[in-house]
């Protein structure tokens, strides 16, 4: 039987579903494949949904979505070894409705995407993995999956297929994924009483704090920890680059083992239950990671075209934006009957340099460069500032301007003038 | 050949938790699958429907979220799927869950009659292995429990010869047709589903049938008015493993780690450390 649709999406992750919900609501003919068990079952996030990117897809999201807690409060955390220097912002504004950041489990949150897909009309087959693109000459005409009968027959097929994105390498859409181009992240999940939360972090009714550290707890990697607050359960994990991981011969586990016996983060998970143990590549090339993103019958979303904007942590909500514009073009396209050439289609890449995906990515072009470069930003200074906090904050006799020295002489010790001067321009390119 | 197999959905019980203070099993967030015994009954019956032909039909009773485990049945090749779901079933043990089964298969006979019944041997959440017998009885048919493979079936003399495992050593049997088998673990695996199938799947739309489209006028006999078993008591032993400990020694080094394992054995085991040193000497 060969069964034919206006389009095959592959992938049940936020750029999936984004794109299956969009192409399905306007009334094309969709499938979507899955390898997963049950959409989410393979997929892993810190996780933070941002409101945003959601609201343009399914406005009303908020009636039904399994969401754990809004958050109300970031903390920026920079670690030593037995200390940290933060910064907390919190406001009243984040805890009226409609919120602005929630923290989600994933596999439920996926689950419920899904089925808003299915309910818009798009047919979802689990446990069936795309193994090939079916090409006619240099055009996409649909799928080859691993079941007897496999292949399906599309207009347009978009891969949603994640960081690995085995289809988009196989076709030679996307090189092989560079080590220095991905994140390693691990995270756990603790339960404990939904009062033991809300009293350790100072929160109420379903309010939920985010706390973001980097420092010495990545060991001179180039990576973040993070412990979120979810409605019974805490999510703590850390992520560095996957050459890092490499080249100094650190286990993933071991680093979060240690990041969890940190004196200021033990006291925060003390007396949780581990139910959950998770790892995921994250890409975090950025902009310049950034490969050929559509073609003749096919478009990349997601993860596997490396959207992910790792400064600010933002990653499904790059997803489910690519999904979503992926999919205007898509209906723009079918519309006018337009055929889905590479040509036509560059309207989706057109799009996405105008919106925040592409600004935001373009801005920090440079930033995956220069950290990789000095690993400083990671371990001279995260031991410096907490020193010079430990100095400021000490009582002991000495005079507050011999302090001032003290803490200045550290600083050109460890970096030199210049270094300081050099590490200063870097961070203003970095972020320029 | 109609081959009607009963399933049921349960929840994953390689992933279950035992809530704490109530000692109730926790089922939210528990992945729900096909009871693992019902897969190999299914694979059975669809072996036999690939030899001789005919139908095979699935068929469960639960709630209505077990519809994803009939047309999971429908993918792997069964051909129609009935869910018998009302709240008048709530709270049936196994004579009542028989009892109800036995109706709706006798109700499913009225359409085409039924030749063979396949359960598994039991569920991986009751564990009673009561209902195929239970339904054997009531509807009068040949009973073979604790099959592990179906030899041959012979439809023109209407019989059946199976392989059962038993104390000792394995039976070989043959019975005659209409028989209920309830199928053992491990002589087959399940087909991977077609795509054609999986299509069909995912449109299949399920017969649901309540207590009356089964055919049961007796309500006295479902559910919990049906269920002479009570529930006196629940409770979860307690865990008797140890957690596991993460041993390092400072250089890391194979031979230090090693030897910081054995001292820590030995301090924890001093019988076992003397029975070394008694060895060595």
């Given at each position: 039987m060969a069964e034919k649709f206006d389009a095959i999406v592959v992938g049940a992750g936020p750029s999936g579903n984004a794109a299956a919900y969009t192409l399905a609501k306007s009334g094309l003919k969709v499938l979507q494949l899955e390898r997963g068990e049950y959409p989410g079952s393979k997929n892993v996030q810190g996780a933070i949904l941002y409101s945003d990117a959601l609201e343009r897809i399914i406005p009303d999201f908020r009636e039904d979505a399994p969401l754990e807690r809004h958050i109300i409060e970031q903390r920026m955390w920079v670690l030593d070894d037995e200390s940290f220097v933060g910064t907390h912002y919190r406001s009243d504004e984040f805890n009226k409705p409609p919120y602005n950041r929630y923290t989600i489990i994933r596999a439920q949150f996926d689950k419920w995407f899904s089925q808003k897909a299915q309910e818009a009309g798009a047919l979802l087959l689990c446990e069936t993995t795309v193994s090939d693109l079916i090409m006619d000459g240099d055009r996409v005409v649909g799928v080859q999956t691993d079941r007897l009968g496999g292949s399906v027959h599309a207009d347009i097929v978009i891969l949603a297929d994640g960081v690995n994105s085995v289809l988009a390498r196989k076709a030679g859409f996307r090189p092989e994924l560079n080590p220095g181009d991905v994140a390693l992240a691990v995270k756990e999940i603790h339960f404990m009483p939904e009062e033991t939360i809300q009293s350790r972090f100072n929160i109420s009714g379903e309010s939920g704090v985010v706390i973001e550290m980097v420092g010495k707890i990545t060991k001179g990697m180039m990576g973040t920890g993070f412990l979120y607050t979810n409605k019974e359960s805490l999510t703590i994990g850390v992520g560095c680059m996957l050459s890092d991981f490499k080249k100094q011969k650190v286990s993933p586990n071991q680093l979060l083992e240690e990041m969890k016996n940190h004196p200021s983060i033990k006291p925060l998970i003390e007396g949780g239950e581990m139910k959950e143990y998770a790892a995921h590549l994250i890409p975090e090339g950025g902009y310049k990671a950034i490969p050929q993103i559509y073609g003749e019958g096919w478009m990349i979303v997601g993860d596997s075209g490396m959207f992910v904007n790792a400064v600010h942590r933002e990653g499904s909500n790059l997803a489910m934006t690519t999904g979503r514009i992926a999919a205007e073009t898509i209906i723009e396209l079918a519309e006018k009957q337009k055929p889905f050439s590479a040509r036509n289609l560059a309207a989706y890449r057109e799009k996405l340099d105008a919106s925040f995906v592409m600004k935001d990515l373009k801005k920090y072009r440079n930033m995956p460069g220069i950290f990789h470069r000095n690993p400083q930003f990671f371990t001279t200074y995260p031991e410096l500032v907490n020193q010079a906090a430990h100095t400021m904050i000490k009582v002991d006799g000495i005079d507050k301007k011999t302090k001032e020295r003290e803490i200045r002489n550290s600083f050109t010790h460890r970096r030199s003038l210049f270094g300081l001067m050099g590490d200063a321009f870097k961070m203003w390119r970095a972020f320029e | 050949m109609h081959i009607v197999v009963c399933i049921k959905q349960v929840p994953d019980s390689a992933q279950i938790r035992v809530h704490p203070v109530t000692n109730t099993i926790m089922r939210q967030g528990v992945p729900a699958i096909v009871n693992p015994y019902d897969l190999?009954?299914?694979?059975?019956?669809?072996?036999?429907?690939?030899?001789?032909?005919?139908r095979v039909t699935v068929i469960t009773m639960g709630p209505p979220q077990a519809e994803a485990a009939l047309r999971k049945c429908i993918s792997f090749g069964a051909d129609e799927a009935i869910l018998v779901t009302d709240r008048a079933f709530a709270g049936a043990d196994t004579l009542a869950t028989s009892y109800?089964?036995?109706?709706?298969?006798?109700?499913?006979?009225?359409?085409?009659?039924?030749?063979?019944?396949?359960?598994?041997?039991?569920?991986?959440d009751g564990d009673t292995a009561q209902v195929g017998p239970g339904i054997a009885k009531r509807m009068d048919m040949q009973l073979l429990t604790y099959v592990s493979q179906v030899d041959s079936l012979d439809i023109t003399s209407r019989t059946v010869q199976v392989q059962r495992r038993a104390e000792g050593g394995?039976?070989?049997?043959?019975?005659?047709?209409?028989?209920?088998?309830?199928?053992?673990?491990?002589?087959?695996?399940?087909?991977?589903?077609?795509?054609?199938?999986?299509?069909?799947?995912?449109?299949?739309?399920?017969?649901?049938?309540?207590?009356?489209?089964?055919?049961?006028?007796?309500?006295?006999?479902?559910?919990?008015?049906?269920?002479?078993?009570?529930?006196?008591k629940v409770f979860a032993p307690q865990a008797k493993t140890q957690r596991a400990e993460i041993i390092d020694s400072e250089s890391g080094e194979p031979r230090d780690l090693a030897l910081t394992l054995i001292s820590k054995l030995f301090t924890q085991h001093p019988a076992m450390s003397e029975a070394v040193v008694k060895q060595s000497a």
């Open positions: - | 190999f009954s299914l694979e059975e019956a669809l072996r036999l429907k690939d030899i001789h032909g005919g109800a089964l036995a109706t709706a298969i006798a109700q499913i006979a009225k359409d085409q009659a039924v030749d063979m019944v396949f359960c598994g041997k039991q569920t991986i394995v039976q070989v049997l043959t019975t005659r047709l209409p028989c209920l088998v309830t199928m053992l673990e491990g002589t087959n695996e399940m087909r991977f589903a077609t795509m054609d199938n999986m299509f069909r799947a995912a449109r299949y739309q399920l017969k649901v049938w309540d207590r009356v489209a089964a055919g049961i006028e007796d309500v006295s006999k479902i559910g919990l008015k049906g269920s002479p078993t009570v529930v006196s």
